[in-house]
């Protein structure tokens, strides 16, 4: 990992609002595009070590937020540089490889992220939501897929017309052009998740700030190599860095 790593990287963890048993403070859950906290996280990160280089890492859903909220920022990003790895670009193109039925969807992802939402939507309710979202607790606790917990929920809480501009509204394709600091994107072809298919990979080629490996194979954050098997992303990772904040 990059704490032990030779470049001597000093490590602080951001995790969602809610999960890694964390406590539920805000009836207001995260979603795809929520960039608030993580805004809030790096100011309080920046506060705290002055005179520290700031860089910052995503994976996944968290490498969408993370890419939205440099390119929010603009000249006035906080973070030297940035790596987003398997990013969903496009939320729509993700949430339509993700909904999908087919077995790896139905029986290990959809589970999987379901399973997390449900628990951490029942340890919230303790909370008072706001009358303006108008839940209906009936149709967010039935739901078995991630789709209808964003119809229920994420559209609702968001203020959004429908799925189609909460999925816009959250893409961080949108704003990879006005990133302004070093960015580097890792991502595979063979990504069930996030497929290439939603990758920016004309924005790459204009915007000088940023650049795209993408791989042939790798899955989705699965990136392995060598016996026994090791994840090779981290030290691309340590080298584009280090060469940044040097």
Same mark, same amino acid.
């Given at each position: 990992s990059l704490a032990c790593s030779t470049a001597a990287f000093r490590v602080a963890v951001f995790n969602h609002r809610g999960t890694a048993r964390t406590p539920i403070t805000s009836p207001r859950p995260y979603d795809s595009g929520f960039t608030d906290d993580f805004r809030a996280t790096v100011k309080h990160v920046c506060a705290a070590n002055p005179c520290s280089k700031i860089v910052g890492i995503g994976f996944s859903m968290g490498a969408n937020i993370l890419t939205k909220y440099i390119g929010e920022e603009g000249t006035m990003c906080a973070l030297q540089c940035a790596v987003a790895v398997c990013c969903p670009f496009d939320i729509k193109v993700s949430s339509a490889a993700i909904n999908e039925s087919n077995m790896l969807n139905n029986h290990v992802f959809q589970p999987a992220v379901m399973g997390t939402l449900m628990r951490a939507i029942k340890r919230a309710s303790h909370l008072q939501v706001d009358p !303006?979202?108008?839940? +209906?607790?009936e149709q967010i606790h039935g739901a078995t897929r991630l789709l209808e917990l964003e119809e229920h929920l994420m559209v609702k809480i968001g203020g959004y017309r429908d799925v189609n501009e909460y999925y816009e509204q959250s893409s961080s394709v949108n704003h990879v052009d006005n990133?302004?600091?070093?960015?580097?994107?890792?991502n595979s072809l063979d990504d069930r998740i996030t497929p290439p298919r939603g990758i920016p990979i004309d !924005?790459?080629?204009? +915007?000088?700030?940023?650049?795209?490996?993408?791989?042939?194979?790798?899955?989705?954050l699965g990136f392995l190599t060598g016996?026994?098997?090791?994840?090779?992303?981290?030290?691309?990772?340590?080298e584009f860095v280090s060469a940044i904040v040097r």
């Open positions: !303006k979202w108008n839940l +209906n607790v990133i302004e600091v070093p960015f580097l994107a890792i !924005k790459f080629m204009t +915007n000088p700030n940023i650049a795209l490996a993408l791989v042939p194979h790798g899955g989705h016996i026994p098997p090791k994840i090779w992303f981290i030290r691309p990772i340590e």
